[in-house]
């Protein structure tokens, strides 16, 4: 049961424009989310997060947007450049107690010059 | 200064063969895991370890056990290795468990069956 839904496994964007990764939760009791990034041969790294309190979450080139009533959250990138190109994986957590993070599948992200 | 570092990276055994990774992480973290990132690319959780006592074991055959000696070490044995255990298996720690405690990923262990 994949309670964390990418469902586009790659993604190619132009320099310059926006990148928009997409990402679907299945669980309602879902109210913490996570966005990692890796690069090829090394670990994810964490990026940005959004708390089901808020709708938006903003970190420079990067913003997070969460429509809880839809389940899904998506993350922007503006402008997009191709040190971006990288596997970008979405997270769903509760944030009472100490449930661990349910990962997605990731998306791969390529951004042309 | 590597934060969470894991070896081997790259590791080629045979079935039925017994083979270990090695991690540790030098960020003074509480919490350890182990995540394996298998052919369908989710990164699923294996283990969770806090201060040395396992929190958490997911569905996983008994031939995977995880070893802390110190909250700053997670190893992970694995027994009689199958073909289906091919993946690429990752440490990762965290200041404590819960939402708002940022993850640190190790590089990963690329393990291949043959």
């Known amino acids: 049961d994949q309670q964390v839904k990418q469902n586009s496994p790659s993604l190619s964007v132009q320099e310059g424009r926006i990148s928009i990764l997409n990402c679907d939760y299945t669980?309602?009791?879902?109210?913490?989310f996570l966005w990692y990034k890796k690069y090829p041969a090394e670990g994810p790294t964490f990026l940005i997060s959004?708390?089901?309190?808020?709708d938006k979450n903003e970190d420079g080139r990067f913003t997070v947007f969460l429509n809880k009533s839809a389940k899904h959250l998506s993350l922007h990138i503006v402008p997009s450049q191709p040190g971006d190109s990288a596997v970008y994986f979405c997270?769903?957590?509760?944030?009472?107690?100490?449930?661990?993070?349910?990962f997605g599948r990731g998306t791969s992200l390529i951004v042309h010059p | 200064d590597t934060a969470v570092s894991q070896t081997p990276k790259y590791l080629v055994t045979q079935m039925g063969n017994d083979k270990s990774i090695k991690c540790e992480q030098n960020?003074?973290?509480?919490?350890m895991y182990w995540y394996k990132q298998d052919s369908k690319k989710f990164l699923k959780i294996m283990f969770s370890?806090?201060?040395?006592?396992?929190?958490i074991n997911e569905t996983v055959p008994n031939r995977f056990s995880p070893k802390s000696p110190d909250k700053a070490h997670l190893n992970l044995h694995i027994n009689s290795l199958e073909l289906g255990d091919s993946a690429v298996y990752f440490c990762?720690?965290?200041?404590?468990?819960?939402?708002?405690?940022?993850?640190?990923f190790g590089e990963g262990s690329w393990l291949t069956v043959v």
């Open positions: 990762a720690s965290s200041q404590a468990q819960g939402a708002g405690n940022t993850i640190y």
């Open positions: 669980n309602s009791m879902f109210d913490y």
């Open positions: 959004i708390s089901s309190i808020k």
């Open positions: 997270a769903a957590s509760l944030s009472g107690g100490s449930y661990i993070p349910t």
């Open positions: 960020l003074g973290h509480d919490t």
């Open positions: 370890y806090n201060n040395k006592e396992l929190i």
